[in-house]
C-alpha cells in the first residue's frame, strides 16, 4: 500500500501496503521463520522469549501458538439495499497446541449468528461461543469452545452496514453514474469488521469464496478472477497461495476487463476502462523487470481494479487483484510508478511478509525500494532520482517533528507497545533510504543476489525484523566483512533521525528547478514556457515543495495565471497547491480546494488542505462545510481521520490520539 508520512502513523491508523502447501525455503534454515506450529519450548528460553517477544502482535487477539486458520472457506451473500454481506466462514485448523480448547477470533461490529463445529466422523454441533465487549480500536473478541479440536469450525455471521472495511456506494457515486459499488479495505486491521478471522500478518491461509450478488453486479477477490467471467450473480473464488488477513479482498459493481498483458490485465467501469489501460500499457514490462531482479513472480495473474475516487489510498497490493486509485490516471504515466509499487509488494509483504505492525519497514521499505528499481529500469534513472530526491525531501523535512520511537524504522522487541501506542511513520521512505544504503556499500550486483536470496528463503512466510537481521548478518554482513557495522546496522534500524551514512542522489533536472524557483522568487521572472512545458509532473511537484510556507497573492496569481494550478486535474500537484494557498491567504482557490476535496477521497491527497483549513476560524468553518458534502462518498478511514482533524481543531485541550482506521 502506497500512502504518505502524514498519514502513516499506525496509532492513528489503527483505532494508513499464497497452494495450500508453503514452498519450501532455500538455503540454511537456522535462520528461516519458525513454521506453524514450532515449538518454542524446546529451544533455548533466552531464544524462544526473544521470538515470542518479536512475534507479539497486540493489534489481535488471536492465538496462533495455539491453533492457526490452515483453510478459510467464505460463503457470502451480497446485499447493495442492506450494505450488508451475510453468510459463514468455515476454517480448517491446526491446533498447534494439544492442550488448547478455544479458538480466539478478531471481529468488529459483526453479527455472530451461530457457531459450529465440524466432529471426527463428520457430523456437525453447536459450539459455545462468547463475543466480548468492544474495544474502539481493536473491536471485539470472539472466543468459541472448541474442547475436542474439531478439524473444522464454521462462523454463521452478517456484517454492519457501517463496517470499517468496507464501503458501499450509491450509483451517483460512481463514474457512470447508474449502478452501486462496494468494495473493501482490509489492511491494517479491518479484515475483522467483514470476515471473523485471525486478524495478524502471522496467520496466512488459503481461500475459496462463493459470493451470490446480483446479477448486474461483477464480483471480485484477491483470488482467481476469470478475465471471462459473466456476469450471473454467482460467483467462486480460489487462492491457492497462503495470504495474511490483510490481503483479503473483495469489490462488487459495474465492472469491466481488458487485458494489457498476457498475465496483466484492468478491471474498471466502462468509462474508466480504456484510460486506465493506455496509462497502465507497460505493467507486463513491470513483471518481467521484476522476475529479472528478483524471482519469479508466483501469483499467476497481475490485474489491477481501478476504484472510484473515495477509494482512501493510493493503492492497495490484494494478490492477483492489486486495487488502485483513479487519481494516478493522469494521462502521460507520470505517476504510475504507484503500480510498480503495489506490483513489488507481490515480492516484498505479499511473499514475505511483516509479522507485526511493529515491522512495516519490512512490507513498505522493501517495496519503496523495489518500486524505484522497476522505475529506473524502465524508465531511466533520471525519473527514479527525482522520485528519490522528492520522497527523501519531504522525510528530511517531516522527520524531526515525529516523537522518538516514530522516527526508527522498527521498535526493539524488548520493548513493550499496546494498540495505543505510535508505531513507525517512516517506513517507506526511511526504509527504503536504509536498503539504499546497503546497496551502494555492497554493491548492486552482491545486494541484488542477496535481496533474491531473501525472498527465495522466506516465500510465504511472515517475520519479525529480528529474523530480517540474523539473515544480514549470516548473508550479507559475514561474507562482505568490513562494508557495513553493527553499530551501523543497530542505527538505521533501531535509530532516530537520518543516520550520516545515509546516500545522497543528485538529479541535475531537480537542480534546474531549484534554478527557475530561486529567479522567480528573486525577481518574478517566470522559466520560459518551453522549459515548463517538458516539466514532467515530478519536476512541478519540487517546484512546488521548495516554495515559501506562504507567498504573496500577487505571486500566487502570476504563478496561477501561468500554471492554472487551481483547478488542476493531477492530485499530487492538487496537494501541494491547496495547502499553500490556504496558508497564504489566496481566497480565490477556495472554492477549486473545496471541490477537490469534495471529490477525492484518497487521504494522502486531501489531508495536507483539510490540515491547513482547520487552522484558523474561516478555514475550519469551510472545512466543516466542505467535509459535510464529502461525507456521503468518503471511505469510512478518510471519514475518521477528517473528523479527527476537525475535532482536535476545535477542542485543541484534547489528548492526541486517532481514528478508527
Not at 522549459?531 to 510556507?549: I, Y
Amino acid at each position: 500500500m502506497r500512502a504518505s508520512l502524514l498519514t502513516l502513523c499506525l496509532a492513528a491508523a489503527l483505532a494508513a501496503g499464497c497452494s495450500s502447501e508453503q514452498a519450501p525455503p532455500t538455503g540454511d534454515t537456522a535462520t528461516a521463520a519458525p513454521e506453524p506450529g514450532t515449538d518454542l519450548s524446546a529451544r533455548d528460553d533466552a531464544e524462544a522469549g526473544s521470538e515470542a517477544t518479536a512475534r507479539a502482535d497486540v493489534f489481535s487477539y488471536a492465538e496462533p501458538e495455539m491453533v492457526r486458520i490452515k483453510d478459510l472457506a467464505l460463503a457470502l451473500n451480497l446485499d447493495f439495499d442492506a450494505k450488508t454481506l451475510a453468510g459463514s466462514a468455515t476454517y480448517e485448523l491446526d491446533w498447534v497446541d494439544p492442550e488448547a480448547g478455544r479458538l480466539t477470533l478478531d471481529t468488529r461490529e459483526l453479527e455472530i449468528e451461530k457457531v459450529v463445529g465440524e466432529r471426527e466422523d463428520g457430523s456437525w454441533i453447536d459450539l459455545t461461543f462468547v463475543v466480548d465487549d468492544a474495544d474502539e480500536r481493536l473491536g471485539s473478541k470472539l472466543t468459541i469452545a472448541a474442547p475436542d479440536r474439531n478439524p473444522r469450525i464454521r462462523v454463521s455471521y452478517k456484517t454492519s452496514p457501517e463496517a470499517s472495511g468496507l464501503q458501499w456506494l450509491t450509483p451517483a457515486m460512481t463514474e457512470g453514474g447508474a449502478s452501486p459499488f462496494m468494495f473493501s479495505q482490509s489492511q491494517q486491521i479491518h479484515a475483522r469488521s467483514w470476515v471473523p478471522l485471525q486478524d495478524t500478518p502471522q496467520v496466512r491461509f488459503t481461500y475459496t469464496a462463493h459470493v451470490t450478488a446480483p446479477k448486474d453486479a461483477m464480483v471480485l477477490m484477491s483470488a482467481d478472477n476469470d478475465p471471462g467471467a459473466e456476469r450471473d450473480g454467482d460467483y467462486s473464488f480460489t487462492m491457492p497461495q497462503p495470504i495474511p488477513s490483510y490481503l483479503l479482498a473483495i469489490a462488487a459493481g459495474d465492472l469491466v476487463f481488458k487485458p494489457v498483458g498476457e498475465r496483466s490485465g484492468v478491471w474498471a467501469e466502462p468509462a474508466a476502462i480504456d484510460k486506465s489501460v493506455k496509462e497502465f500499457a507497460d505493467t507486463e514490462k513491470m513483471i518481467e523487470v521484476t522476475e529479472k531482479l528478483y524471482g519469479p513472480y508466483r501469483w499467476g495473474r497481475y490485474d489491477m481494479l481501478v476504484l472510484p475516487p473515495s477509494f482512501p489510498y493510493g493503492g492497495m497490493e490484494n494478490p492477483r487483484l492489486s486495487f488502485i486509485t483513479p487519481t494516478v490516471i493522469v494521462g502521460d504515466k507520470s505517476l504510475v510508478s504507484l503500480i510498480a509499487h503495489e506490483l513489488a509488494h507481490s515480492w516484498s509483504g505479499n511473499l514475505v511478509t511483516f509479522a507485526t505492525p511493529k515491522d512495516q519497514w519490512l512490507n513498505e521499505g522493501m517495496t519503496s525500494y523495489v518500486e524505484n528499481r522497476i522505475v529506473e529500469e524502465l524508465y531511466g534513472k533520471d525519473l527514479a532520482d527525482m522520485e528519490y530526491l522528492l520522497a527523501r525531501n519531504e522525510l528530511r523535512k517531516t522527520i524531526g517533528d515525529m516523537p522518538p520511537q516514530g522516527q526508527a524504522l522498527a521498535i526493539r522487541p524488548d520493548v513493550e507497545v499496546t494498540a495505543k501506542d505510535p508505531l513507525t511513520e517512516v517506513a517507506y521512505d526511511k526504509g527504503a533510504w536504509f536498503l539504499a544504503f546497503l546497496e551502494s556499500r555492497f554493491g548492486r550486483e552482491d545486494f541484488d543476489t542477496f535481496l533474491r536470496g531473501y525472498f527465495d528463503h522466506f516465500a510465504f512466510q511472515s517475520i519479525p525484523t529480528t529474523t530480517f537481521i540474523d539473515y544480514a548478518r549470516e548473508n550479507l554482513l559475514d561474507r562482505h566483512p568490513g562494508k557495513v557495522s553493527e553499530a551501523e546496522l543497530d542505527e538505521w534500524i533501531y535509530g532516530t533521525g537520518i543516520p550520516a551514512s545515509a546516500p545522497e542522489v543528485k538529479s541535475p533536472l531537480l537542480e534546474k528547478v531549484d534554478a527557475a524557483r530561486t529567479a522567480w522568487l528573486a525577481d518574478g521572472t517566470l522559466p520560459a514556457k518551453a522549459v515548463t512545458d517538458a516539466w514532467s509532473t515530478q519536476e512541478w511537484l519540487h517546484f512546488l515543495d521548495g516554495m515559501p510556507e506562504t507567498l504573496e497573492t500577487a505571486q500566487l496569481v502570476a504563478l496561477d495565471e501561468a500554471y492554472a494550478f487551481t483547478g488542476t486535474a493531477n492530485g499530487e500537484v492538487a496537494m501541494r497547491w491547496y495547502p499553500l494557498a490556504v496558508r497564504s491567504g489566496y481566497t480565490q482557490a477556495n472554492d477549486a480546494a473545496a471541490a477537490f476535496l469534495e471529490t477525492i477521497g484518497r487521504r494522502k491527497l486531501i489531508m495536507p488542505t483539510y490540515a491547513e483549513l482547520v487552522k484558523t476560524p474561516e478555514g475550519l468553518a469551510l472545512a466543516e462545510a466542505t467535509f459535510a458534502r464529502a461525507r456521503p462518498g468518503y471511505h469510512p478511514i478518510t471519514t475518521a481521520s477528517v473528523e479527527h482533524l476537525i475535532e482536535e481543531a476545535k477542542s485543541p485541550g484534547a489528548a492526541k490520539g486517532g481514528p478508527v482506521d
